[in-house]
């Protein structure tokens, strides 16, 4: 960072950026060679050398066991104890004033927070990487930090933020490296979701346009398959229905439940949404649905994530005419609907009133339009706005029309 070497520029003919960025990380170990080609590639003096190969200090034993012990948490999927082992590496290195490390964990701890749902506590993480002087010195890491800022932000509903950190991440470019390339597409996601929740469908789609262009038969499926996801759901959302299916289609081909089934199952959750949402209903979206419950019944659902899949199979009977059963699994989430974000709770407050429009009940349908309305306004969600004042207009017609009539 100080020379301002990419990781590619860094092992230059020798090592691959990949492999630098092993080196990094812990997870290979340098021989002496290695360890002198890159101090003359850094422009280092003789005597750094000597430090790198140096006995390791028992303070810096402890941070690196602790590093190391989150990682392997992170590849367990054993998020909360990688978050928890992250922040004593971070706190270690910091005191260490070893400032890389502190970076690299305190990142880890974040997208640790991040993969156990807890998006407050990773915003609280993140605030401090954005502030920190080798963020603002690094394009890469401040993307990084952005990208999963803007991520934080979608999931607690704040869709206006989560668009200004997710466009300020993509405006950064997509820079040198696979790794900057890679997290670049990662924000272009992130920002397209927080769009279409924000109802800017054009603007969403323009955006998925973009990324269709960046697949290519080099593209790692899984990262593949998840860019397919995203555009499809994008797709389904605006009535392109057989563009939507064809995308999905493609990304069910190329994501592997073996190779990470939670991601597996949050794709089928997000597909039977979309699907419902456009309208289809039909046994491919039923079969969604019961995959994803599956899938999640064997990872393990975070609450929301519970919450989220009874909601997806009530939107399910409410399209296929079950209302009661609909109804019932709406009102055995009690005070817990909540908890969810604003974006999601909307969502399910004008569920709601249709369900209780549909069974005739409309002074309670009236009330959940306007719960609706009222979370769509603090999500920022123009669409979801529209759509619960057109359920306010719909409920209070026939009563006007009654009181006419009278």
Not at 263 to 276: D, E, I, P
Request: hydrophobic fraction near 45%; aromatic fraction near 6%.
């Amino acid at each position: 960072m100080d020379r301002r070497l990419t990781q590619a520029e860094l092992g230059g003919s020798l090592y691959s950026s990949s492999y630098i960025s092993l080196l990094e990380n812990g997870r290979r170990e340098p021989t002496v060679e290695i360890i002198k080609q890159l101090a003359r590639q850094l422009q280092l003096a003789p005597h750094s050398i000597e430090e790198w190969v140096r006995p390791v200090s028992t303070e810096e034993t402890e941070y690196l066991q602790a590093s190391l012990y989150a990682r392997q948490c992170w590849d367990t999927r054993d998020y909360s104890t990688a978050a928890s082992n992250a922040a004593i590496a971070a706190e270690k290195a910091i005191a260490s004033r070893d400032s890389v490390t502190w970076w690299n964990m305190t990142y880890l701890q974040a997208s640790a927070l991040m993969r156990n749902v807890e998006c407050e506590s990773a915003l609280t993480v993140l605030h401090r990487l954005l502030a920190n002087p080798l963020t603002a010195s690094s394009d890469s890491l401040a993307l990084r930090t952005r990208q999963v800022m803007a991520a934080a932000l979608l999931g607690l509903g704040r869709l206006p933020e989560a668009i200004e950190q997710a466009t300020m991440a993509v405006e950064i470019g997509s820079g040198d490296t696979e790794e900057e390339y890679s997290s670049y597409l990662t924000a272009l996601q992130t920002l397209i979701g927080a769009l279409t929740e924000a109802g800017r469908l054009d603007d969403a789609w323009e955006h998925c346009l973009t990324l269709a262009a960046a697949i290519t038969d080099s593209t790692p499926a899984q990262m593949a398959g998840e860019m397919h996801w995203v555009i499809g759901n994008v797709a389904f959302i605006r009535q392109d229905v057989s563009n939507g299916l064809n995308h999905h289609a493609k990304a069910s081909r190329l994501l592997s439940p073996t190779q990470d089934l939670a991601r597996w199952a949050q794709f089928n959750k997000s597909t039977a949404w979309v699907r419902l949402a456009a309208g289809v209903v039909e046994p491919a979206t039923l079969q969604a649905i019961e995959r994803s419950e599956l899938a999640h019944s064997v990872v393990g659902a975070t609450g929301a994530e519970a919450m989220e899949l009874t909601l997806l199979r009530a939107r399910w009977n409410y399209l296929t005419g079950d209302t009661a059963h609909a109804l019932a699994l709406i009102e055995a989430l009690g005070p817990e609907r909540s908890t969810l974000p604003s974006h999601i709770a909307g969502d399910t407050a004008l569920l709601l009133g249709q369900v209780l429009q549909a069974e005739g009940r409309p002074e309670d349908a009236l009330q959940a339009f306007r719960e609706a309305r009222e979370l769509a306004l603090q999500a920022g969600a123009a669409d979801r706005v529209a759509q619960a004042e057109a359920g306010i207009k719909d409920t209070e017609s026939p009563r006007d029309l009654g009181a006419v009539q009278r």
